[in-house]
């Protein structure tokens, strides 16, 4: 059965930084690939963040670009996202999601959370101004 776990949250004050972890089991995690997503309290669940399987190919939202990094470790199973610079418009609850569908070369596909079929239960992040 596959877990999905996220951490790594906290408060943190405007301008500081995290960096969340997202630790697979129960899949072959090599060979997913892997996302960040968040939500904020009466929005929607946005993209964030994804990458290839080989962690080669990246893919951001603008709204966290040159400000967050997201790399794996597949020998730990382990996905990460740095995040630094952070504002008060990233305070959200930060969920990963795996995929193994075959997604094409663009943001659009990366971050189209329909197409990811396992999802952690969320790591809250809350920056304070």
């Known amino acids: 059965q596959a877990q999905v776990v996220e951490s790594g949250g906290g408060l943190v004050q405007a301008g500081g930084s995290l960096r969340l972890s997202c630790v697979v089991s129960?899949?072959?995690?090599?060979?997913?690939?892997m996302g960040w997503f968040r939500q904020a309290p009466g929005k929607e669940r946005e993209f964030v963040a994804a990458l290839s399987r080989t962690g080669v190919d990246t893919y951001y939202a603008d709204s966290v670009k040159g400000r967050c990094t997201v790399s794996r470790d597949n020998a730990k199973n382990t996905l990460y996202l740095e995040m630094l610079n952070l504002n008060a418009q990233d305070t959200a609850a930060y969920y990963c999601?795996?995929?193994?569908?075959?997604?094409?070369?663009?943001?659009?596909?990366?971050?189209?959370?329909?197409?990811?079929?396992?999802w952690g239960q969320g790591t809250q992040v809350t920056v304070s101004s």
């Open positions: 129960g899949l072959s995690f090599r060979n997913y690939r």
């Open positions: 999601a795996a995929t193994s569908r075959p997604l094409g070369d663009s943001v659009t596909q990366y971050g189209d959370r329909a197409k990811y079929d396992y």
